[in-house]
C-alpha cells in the first residue's frame, strides 16, 4: 500500500475538526465511521505505511462483526475470518462445565477468530478511501489541550508539526496510559500465544480452560487453533525456552485431551497482563478509545472489541453534536455516561473471572463447579451470559 495515497495534501494540515492520534484497527473505526460527516478528520499514524502483518490472534465478538459490516470492512475480512459456533467452558482437575452454541443464541455465530495483520488490512483499506486526512510516520510527541482547541506536537519527514483540533482522540494504545492517569492492577501473569495443531479437528470450536495458574484459550483459525496460555510471570521464561515435544508435554497436562493430542506448535512469544483503567484526561478536548482508555485481561476475548464499541459509540456522539460544540464538556459528557456501563461491566467480568477461577482453592474449586452447572442448566442465563460476551452493555 503506497504512502502516497495516504498524504492527499501535500503541505502539512494546521487545524481539523477530529485529530486521531493512532491508526490502528480502533483509531481507523472511528475515523471511518465518521465517513461523509463533512467533518475534517486526520489520523496521525506511528507507521510508515498501513501495513502490519502480525499472525497474533484476534477474538471478535459478534458485536464487532455487525460494526465492521457498517464500517464496510468485514467484506474483506470475511473469508481469513474463522467462525466459533461452540465455547466450552470447564476448569482442570474439577466438576462443572457449560457449553454455549450460536444455534441456542440465535446467531450464525458466537464471535470470530481473525489475524490482527488481516484485521488491519480491511479497515486500512476503508481508512484510505473514507475521506480523512492520514498522516503516516508521524510520531507525536505531546498532546496539550486549552479551552479553545487541543493541540498535538509530531514529527514527520524530520521536521517538528503542530497540528489544531476541536477535538484529539488518543488511540494509540496502552503506551498512551501514564501512571499518573491510571488505575493498574498487575496480575502477576503473562499470556503465551502460539499456534497449535491438534489431533481432532476443531470444528469451529473454543475452549477456555480454567486452571490455578490462569485460564488457557484454544481459539480456531484456520485449520488449526491460537492458543493463549495464562502462565505466570516467574515461568515464562522456562516454558518459552522448552522444546517442541516439552512444550506440548506440559500443554497436553495443563489441557487435557478434549481436542486428542497435541501434535505441533508454531513460534512461541509472550505478553505481560494486567487491567489499566485511565482516569479523566482533565480536558472535554481529549478522549481515549481502546487500550488507550483501557487494558484488560484477555480472559473471555473483550478487550479488543470494547475499544470497537469505544469507537462506534464515540463516532455517533459526535454525529450528534454540532461542530462548533465539539470538545465541549457535553460531548465528553454524553460518551462517558454511554460507556460507562460497558467499561466497567467489561473490566469486572474479567477481573472477576481471573481471581475467582485462577486458583486451587477447595471450596472456589467446587463454588466454581456449581456455578459452570447452573450456567450450563439454565438456558435463560447462559444465553444472556453469551450476549453479554458478544455485544457488550447493549445485551443487558
Not at 484488560?296 to 469505544?310: I, K, Y
Request: some cysteine; proline content about 5%; charged content about 20%.
Amino acid at each position: 500500500m503506497s504512502t502516497d495515497r495516504l498524504t492527499p495534501h501535500p503541505s502539512p494540515l494546521t487545524h481539523v475538526d477530529i485529530a486521531i492520534v493512532g491508526g490502528g484497527p480502533v483509531g481507523a473505526s472511528l475515523a471511518v465511521a465518521l465517513e461523509g460527516s463533512g467533518l475534517s478528520v486526520a489520523v496521525l499514524e506511528a507507521r510508515s505505511t498501513l501495513e502490519a502483518p502480525d499472525p497474533r490472534a484476534l477474538a471478535l465478538s459478534q458485536g464487532t462483526r455487525l460494526i465492521l459490516e457498517r464500517l464496510g470492512a468485514w467484506a474483506k475480512l470475511a473469508d481469513k475470518a474463522t467462525p466459533i459456533e461452540t465455547i466450552h467452558v470447564s476448569q482442570r482437575g474439577g466438576l462443572g462445565r457449560a457449553e454455549l452454541t450460536a444455534a441456542d443464541a440465535g446467531v450464525p455465530a458466537l464471535g470470530y477468530v481473525a489475524e490482527y495483520g488481516d484485521l488491519y488490512a480491511a479497515l486500512a483499506t476503508r481508512l484510505v478511501d473514507c475521506g480523512a486526512t492520514v498522516l503516516t510516520g508521524a510520531r507525536v510527541t505531546g498532546v496539550h489541550t486549552t479551552s479553545g482547541y487541543g493541540a498535538v506536537n509530531f514529527q514527520r519527514d524530520g521536521a517538528d508539526h503542530l497540528l489544531t483540533a476541536r477535538l484529539v482522540v488518543l488511540s494509540e494504545g496502552g503506551k498512551s496510559l501514564p501512571a499518573d492517569l491510571r488505575r493498574d492492577k498487575d496480575y502477576g501473569q503473562s499470556a503465551l500465544v502460539c499456534a497449535v495443531a491438534t489431533e481432532r479437528p476443531h470444528d469451529r470450536r473454543a475452549y477456555e480452560r480454567f486452571t490455578p495458574e490462569g485460564p488457557i484459550a484454544l481459539l480456531p483459525l484456520g485449520g488449526d487453533y491460537a492458543l493463549v496460555w495464562t502462565t505466570p510471570n516467574d515461568r515464562v521464561e522456562a516454558r518459552l525456552a522448552l522444546s517442541d515435544a516439552d512444550f506440548l508435554a506440559r500443554l497436553q497436562a495443563a489441557f487435557g485431551d478434549r481436542q486428542g493430542r497435541f501434535l505441533a506448535t508454531g513460534p512461541r512469544s509472550a505478553f505481560p497482563l494486567k487491567l489499566s483503567l485511565a482516569a479523566s484526561s482533565g480536558s472535554p478536548r481529549c478522549l481515549r478509545i481502546g487500550n488507550a482508555a483501557h487494558v484488560l485481561h484477555p480472559v473471555a476475548g473483550q478487550g479488543f472489541n470494547l475499544g470497537v464499541r469505544d469507537a462506534w459509540k464515540l463516532a455517533e456522539a459526535i454525529l450528534d453534536t454540532p461542530r462548533e460544540h465539539l470538545g465541549e464538556a457535553d460531548l465528553a459528557r454524553h460518551y462517558s455516561q454511554a460507556r460507562r456501563f460497558d467499561v466497567v461491566g467489561g473490566s469486572l467480568m474479567t477481573d472477576i473471572l481471573v481471581e475467582s477461577f485462577s486458583n486451587d482453592h477447595f471450596l472456589m474449586k467446587h463454588a466454581r463447579g456449581a456455578a459452570l452447572a447452573v450456567l450450563d442448566l439454565a438456558p435463560p442465563i447462559k444465553n444472556l451470559f453469551a450476549r453479554k460476551m458478544m455485544f457488550g452493555a447493549q445485551a443487558w
